[in-house]
């Protein structure tokens, strides 16, 4: 599927957003041990850069592809420890499944970042 700037938009609204309430329901919840705490506020904050990812697009992807990179990339980052620790505590193949899931989610939103960004550049370029 070949996203636009807008579709790609709604995306990154709808991953951050639900990524959000995720992380913050774990948070709330009140009876999770420190580490799960600290893992959900770290996907919280992963979160909240789709979210300033999905407001900033447009002027992202124009003048500031790296900071956009830079955001997945704390994103994947995050995902990966998340991985990793939910792998080490022995949790079921649905949870893994999922962190692999974000993972993927993660590089398609990256590879139309660079492509949408190559896009808008080029047509800056032609319309001077």
Known sequence: MRETVRSLRAYLFLSGGLSMAMHAATIGAGDRPFPV????V????AAAGLFYMAVRLPRLLRDDLERALAIIYFN???LSVILVVVAMAGASGIALGQVVLGLLILWYIRANLKRLSAEQVAEATAAA
Do not use: C, D, R
Not at 37 to 40: E, F, G, I, P, T
Not at 42 to 45: C, E, P, Q, R, V
């Open 76 to 78: 994947m980052f995050a």
């Open 42 to 45: 770290l996907g919280l904050l």
């Open 37 to 40: 705490v600290a893992l959900s």
